[in-house]
C-alpha cells in the first residue's frame, strides 16, 4: 500500500484532492499551517493504492506519493 | 521507501503565491514535468506574461523571460529566431493573449512561429481584482460588470482556439480543461504534443487551458472546477480544433 | 569605398557592419528606406528581418532578442516611436542593449513627413515610464549617421542600456557619400548574462520586476549610478569656431548643418559666431556649453521645435550668459538668412546696426 505525505506548508486548503480520493482517505485537518489556513491530511486508517489522482489535481505541489 | 510521485525537479521547491484552487499552480508543474520527461532543462527558455502568473519564472528553473502585457508572442519571436534550435513556450492568461495582445498572437501564428503558446483561460483579470476579460461568459459578474456580462455593451466572449484556427501558419489548436485528474492528464498530452509541435518544426501551436479562478468567480475550487465543466465548457467546448497529424 | 546612400540606407548597413543580425520594424515615412533596404540585406548576412505588426510588436521583438543575446535593431519615427516608449522602458529596466533610430516627422499627433526636432524630449527624457535614460546620439550628416549607428551597437553593449539614434527626414532622406570603413563584425562573443538555455549553470531571468519592498529601489540606485558612469565618459559634441566667439549656436543635427552655413558666412560680421554641435544629446555635452557660456555674449539654440534642446542648455548654462532661441515647427526648415537675422536682432544694438545693411545687399 502506498504512503501519502502531505507538505503542510505547501497546501492552501483548497480541498480538490479530497473528491478525488477514491477511498476518501483525505481530510481537512484541525490544524493551522504557516500560511493560516486548515491544510489537508492523510486519515490516520486511511487507504491508498497510489493512483496518484490527488498528486495531479494538487495546484501546490503539495502532496509525494511513496511506496 | 521508494517514491512514487514527487515535486519534478524543474519546479522550483516552494509554496506558491496562487490563491487556494487557482488551475496556474496545476499547469506550471505539468510544464515542470514535460521539462524533466524530455530532459530539455537546458534548452528551454519561458515567456511570463502579465497577470497573476507574472512571477511564473519563481516556479520553473529554466531561463525565464518576462514581457510586457500582451507581448509574450512578439517577445517569444524575438528569442526563437536567436535560438531557432531552442523550446521557446510562452505562458499568457486571458487579457494578456485576448485583450491587448490579441494582434501579437495573431501576427505569430500568422508567420506559422515555431513556439508552444499556453494560454490559460480562466474568464477574468484576476491580478487587478475581478475585471471583465475578453473570455468572461455573458452573464458573469465580475467587478466591470457587476449585472453580468452584457453583450450589447460588452461583446461576447471570444473562442480564441476557433479564430487562430483560420490563420494557415497555425498547426495545432486545442482546448482543454483542468477540472478534474482526468482532463489534467489530457491537458498535459496537449502541452507536450505542442512542444512535439516546435520539435519537429511544424509551426504554431496552442493550447487552451479552461482554469478555475474561485475567488474572483465567488466560489469555492470545488464548486470553480464544476462551473467549468457545466458552465464554460457550454461556450468554449473542449477538444482538437486544429491538427497536423 | 565611397557609396551614394541616404541616411536610412547608410543607417541600416552601419548596423549590418557592426554585427545586427535581428532587425524588426514597421514602415513608416521617412523612414522607410531603412526598412525596405533590412528586409533585402538582412537575409544576405543570414539575419533575421521581419516586417512586425505594429511598432509595439517590433520593439517587443528587439526585447526578446536581446534577451537572447542578439545585436537588435528597430527604426521607426515619431508616431511610431510614441508606440515604442512602454517597450523602451522595459528594455532599460531589463538591462537590455538594443538599437532605436527615431527619423523624425512633424507632429504632434499625424503631423506630416518632413523634418523636424520635436522628439528631444521624448528622447532625452525618457518617452516612457520611470527613471531611465537612452543614450541618445544625433548624426547631421550620412557618414555621421553609418559612423554613430555602427558605435551604437558597443555603447549598448558596452552598458547594456538602449542607445537611440536621433536623425530626421532631411538626414534620413537625403543621400550623400558615405564610406564604411569600421570592422565588418561577425561571429561575436557571447553575452554572460543572456538567455541561452540554462545549460551546465543556474537558469537566468531577464525582467524588470521588483515587488519585494525594497529591491527596485536598490535597483533603481544601480541604474543610476550607470548613468553616471555614461556621463562621464560618452559626451560628444563638436566645436566650430569656438574661440572667442561672441554668439555661440547650440544646434544638432539637420539645424547645426544650417548653423555652420552661418559660421561659414560669418566673416562678413565684426562679431565672432561660433557653434556647439552635440552630438550625444544624452548625455548632453552640459560641462562644455557651461564653460563656453561664460566667455560668450549669448548663446542662440536653433531647433527645428518650439524649443526643447533650449531647456537643457539653459540648464547647463544656469544663468551666466543670455540663451535666446529660434525656430522653425511643423516640418519648417531655418534658413541661414533667418538664423543671422535672429542673431542681429539678440547682439546688442551697437555691434549690430552697421551690420544688418551690409548683409542685406547679400544673397
Known sequence: MAVIKIKENYCKGCLLCIPVCHHSSLVVSE??????????????????????KCAVMCPDVAIEIYN | MQAICEK???FIDTPTHFCPGCGHGIVLRLIAEIIDAWGIRDKTIGLAPVGCSVLAYNYLDIDMCEAAHGRPPAVATGIKRVHPDHFVFAYQGD??????????????????????????NNAIYGMTNGQMAPTTLVGQKSATTLSGRNPSNDGYPIRVCELLSVLEGSSYIERVSISSPENIRKTKKAIEKGFKTQKEKRGFSLIEILSPCPIYWRMDAIESMKYIDEKMTRTFPLGIIKDWE | MKQLLTGNEAAAEAAIYAG???????????QNELINYMSVRMPQVKGTFIQAESEIAAINMVYGSAAAGGRTMTSSSSPGISLKQEGISYLAGSELPCVIVNIQRGGPGLGDISASQADYFQSVKGGGHGD????????SSVQEMADLVYDAFDLADKYRNPVLILGDAQIGQLMEPVEFKKEFRENLPQKEWALTGAKNRNRKIIKSFYPVKGELEVFNAKLQNKYKEIE???????????????VILVAYGTSARICKEVVRKSHQFKFRIGLIRPISLWPFPSEFIREMSERARCMLTVEMSAGQMLEDVRLAVEGRCPVHFYGRTGGGVPTSLEIIKKIVEIMPKNRAAKTLLQFAEVK
Open chain 3, 232 to 246: 562621464k565618459n560618452e559626451v560628444r559634441y563638436e566645436a566650430v569656431n569656438i574661440h572667442k566667439a561672441d
Open chain 1, 31 to 52: 490544524n493551522l499551517n504557516d500560511q493560516g489556513l486548515h491544510p489537508v491530511r492523510f486519515k490516520e486508517d486511511g487507504k491508498c493504492d497510489g493512483c496518484k
Open chain 3, 132 to 139: 531611465y535614460r537612452v543614450i541618445v546620439l544625433a548624426p
Open chain 2, 8 to 10: 519534478p525537479e524543474s
Open chain 2, 95 to 120: 487579457g494578456d493573449l485576448a485583450a491587448i495582445g490579441m494582434a501579437e498572437i495573431i501576427h505569430a501564428a500568422n508567420r506559422g512561429e515555431h513556439i508552444t503558446f499556453i494560454f490559460v
Open chain 3, 20 to 30: 545586427c543580425r535581428y532587425y524588426y520594424g514597421y514602415p513608416i515615412t521617412p
